[in-house]
């Protein structure tokens, strides 16, 4: 079966540095996403690699080992506003997209 | 309006009765797709539309209908809800001229059902 796994919950301080790591079993991979969502509230984009390696976009940056089944979503200058769940989505063999549970992040002060 | 509507915001429905869920969009966008999210669950497709007057089946389709008259509206009908259907129910639309899963997708605000 086809399977995308992230830590449940997390919990990290104000202006420090969290990374939350995504696990993928799919049939075939054609991308992944990292969106956004603050509870209550629609996903929100925040980044796509198909390439192994890192994408830098502000204070976010992704990094995808497609050996390893792996990605991991970093978060740096942490502030409290970015406090949500981050869902990470594998688009498979067929192009369908599978999502993850998401992880709830808790920024404390 | 900007981007994806969805109506209602919410609602309480008794079991048995039928509903539709309304989603508009004006990006102009190709595809079409309906999610629920449940907690603990990743989103989960119920039907997507790659372009006007086409549909398809997703992960979890079984109680639940769609159309594609036109590119900007894809109603999700529930023929006779089942407490099983209460969920946060999601639109998004994405630029894609083949409906892959490679293109960023946008989502509505959503809408909370209630199945009593």
């Known amino acids: 079966g086809q399977n995308i796994d992230q830590p449940t919950e997390m919990t990290a301080t104000e202006g420090a540095i969290v990374q939350i790591n995504c696990t993928y079993q799919?049939?075939?991979?054609?991308?992944l996403f990292w969106y956004q969502q603050h509870a209550g509230e629609a996903p929100t984009f925040l980044s796509y690699?198909?390439l192994d390696g890192l994408e830098e976009k502000g204070r976010f940056s992704s990094f995808l080992s497609r050996s390893k089944g792996y990605s991991y979503l970093l978060l740096k200058e942490l502030q409290m506003k970015d406090s949500a769940s981050y869902l990470c989505a594998v688009t498979d063999s067929n192009y369908q997209l599978i999502w993850g549970a998401g992880t709830k992040l808790i920024i404390k002060p | 309006i900007a981007g994806i509507t969805q109506a209602p915001t919410s609602q309480i429905l008794a079991a048995g009765r039928r509903m539709t869920l309304r989603c508009t969009q004006d990006?102009?966008?190709?595809?079409m797709y309906w999610y629920r999210q449940d907690l603990g669950l990743g989103l989960r497709l119920i039907h997507y539309?790659?372009?006007?007057?086409?549909?398809g089946k997703g992960e979890v389709p079984d109680g639940y209908s769609v159309s594609r008259a036109n590119t900007d509206d894809f109603p999700l009908t529930l023929a006779s809800a089942v407490p099983s259907q209460t969920s946060v129910y999601f639109c998004?639309?994405?630029?894609?001229?083949?409906?892959?899963?490679?293109?960023?997708?946008?989502f509505g605000p959503g809408t909370r059902l209630t199945v009593l």
């Open positions: 799919t049939s075939g991979f054609n991308g």
């Open positions: 690699n198909v």
């Open positions: 990006m102009r966008h190709n595809a």
């Open positions: 539309s790659n372009t006007a007057g086409t549909t």
């Open positions: 998004a639309s994405s630029d894609s001229a083949s409906g892959s899963g490679t293109d960023t997708q946008y």
